[in-house]
């Protein structure tokens, strides 16, 4: 454990004064952070990762081969184990249909991950673990370690009320099956063979400390959010330079920008449906980024005012954009409500439901189901929306509070905060 830290004044990029606590020289903290390889799950956490290596702490970060080299890049020491989850460019399908397809993986990963994360961790040991909310196995490190365990929520998080609401119904048949017993002692023996006591369903969902990675606004029923344990501390997205960066075409009056983001893409079908409602516009420049799993061919043929890729740099190109349709998960919702760009949402799948609709209800988005996404129906609201004054103040109004509640800076000084209790107590 550390020592003495010492404070010290650092300018901030507003010009004020912040105080931040920063370690002396010689006397080196640990923080793990543990993550699966997911581009919705790791992303989220890189910036805070930046910031804690650039303060001075040593970050370790355990996370597959296949993130080894994007979660180096921000300074922290890579420690690799191998996952059985579905590879990022795998079809989604790979997941399943039901509940139980979906959650069974998480514990069979978590499960057989243990051994090799205790086996790289052996004899440097952290100080204090950061966790995604999907790494159980981080959970149960810090318990056997003895260590705080803060996670890192790259989404909504339970709220008073959410058991009754939401978990107890979803749950209420599966628990009735013999394979949905399976998985709950499953759970349970595995959770006791590592000391501890609690029922997997708060081991999962009721962290003790939690720095929420979305802006509060895309919270449902924020109000009863428990803020003694959850702190919202918004986008943590930094200037993500390395990904590369995006001109916009000097003759482009509007530029809209489409993106399912990284899993639920191959939707070749509703790409056409994308260029038929844009390609035509005069003075409209389209960027249609498709995936890995669509060939461009499958679209036809595509005018030139239509830019087709297998990958964007979104965050530049919003920057930049009139209008952003969406898939609406957590990254891309919070992305374009900090570069305050109109959004259509066409839900794919998990929560992206819920954040289209949260979305609306703020007026900065539009939320188009996926079956009713037709050329029509796109122009029609896109139209709507970046011609609407309200959707623009509104959009500026939410870009001007999240940028109030610090990002990258504040979850850092969050994690120290912490770690400062847990070394002096």
Known sequence: MSGDAEVVPERGGNGCTRRIVSLMVGDMTHIAMLSIAAHGHVNPSLEVIRELVARGHRVTYAIPPVFAEKVAETGAEVKLWNSTLPSPDDDPEAWGTTLLDNVEPFLDDAIQALPQLIAAYEGDEPDLVLHDITSYAARVLAHRWGVPAISLSPNLVAWNGYEEEVAEPMWSEPKKTERGRAYYARF?????????SQHPDPFVGRPARSIVLI????QPNADRVDETVHTFVGACQGDRGAEGGWRRPADAQKVVLVSLGSAFTRQPAFYRECVKAFAGLPGWHLVLQIGKHVDPAELGEVPGNVEVRSWVPQLAILKQADLFVTHAGAGGSQEGMAT??????VPQAVDQFGNADMLQGLGVARHVPAEEATAETLREAAL?????????????????????????????DLIEAELAAATHA
């Open 188 to 196: 349970q023996a595995w959770l006791a063979e590592n000391g501890i």
């Open 215 to 218: 802006p509060k606004a895309l």
């Open 340 to 345: 305050a760009t109109p959004m259509i949402a």
């Open 384 to 412: 709507a929306l970046i011609d609407d004054p309200e959707v623009a103040r509104r959009l500026a109004d939410l870009q001007a509070e999240m940028a109030k509640k610090g990002g990258t800076r504040r979850a850092a």
